[in-house]
């Protein structure tokens, strides 16, 4: 077999990693989904925030090593953005949906809602900015 035909594979830059509150209302379902879609799109890889909250070493690990981080936060509660910080990570990009009009026990579970904050989501992972 000739292996020259096939071409080295270019080197791969790890994803953004992902993480929502997907807290109990419809917000926190959107932050869910919403992260879930970029994992899908492979804009980010998708982590677990409890894992964070219980100290799991391996996912607290994972996050912490990530290139970059975006937490969604469904409501102005922040739950997300409050769990990281107090385990001590500090340095994330903090997408809150609120901001974007969605309300926790309002605003519309659908397919194109998801769609409209994974462009958001997308469009801040691209800026330079990190906010914690």
């Known amino acids: 077999m000739n292996h020259s035909a096939h071409p080295t594979p270019p080197q791969t830059t790890p994803l953004p990693c992902v993480l ?3 807290g109990c209302s419809h917000a926190g379902e959107l932050a869910d989904h919403t992260a879930r879609r970029l994992d899908n799109l492979g804009v980010a890889k998708m982590s677990c925030l409890a ?6 070493k391996s996912i607290t ?3 912490q090593k990530a290139p970059e981080l975006l937490m969604i936060d469904g409501c102005p ?4 953005a409050n769990s990281l910080k107090l385990a001590g990570i500090t340095e994330f990009k903090h997408l809150q949906l609120h901001e974007l009009g969605i309300r926790k026990h309002e605003s519309e579970v659908s397919a194109a809602t998801v769609e409209h ?4 989501a997308t ?3 691209k800026a330079s900015v990190v906010q914690a």
């Open 51 to 56: 894992g964070v909250g219980g100290r799991v």
């Open 117 to 120: 904050l994974a462009e958001k």
């Open 61 to 63: 690990n994972t996050v």
């Open 123 to 125: 469009e801040l992972l």
């Open 20 to 22: 929502a509150c997907s």
């Open 77 to 80: 509660l922040a739950c997300g």
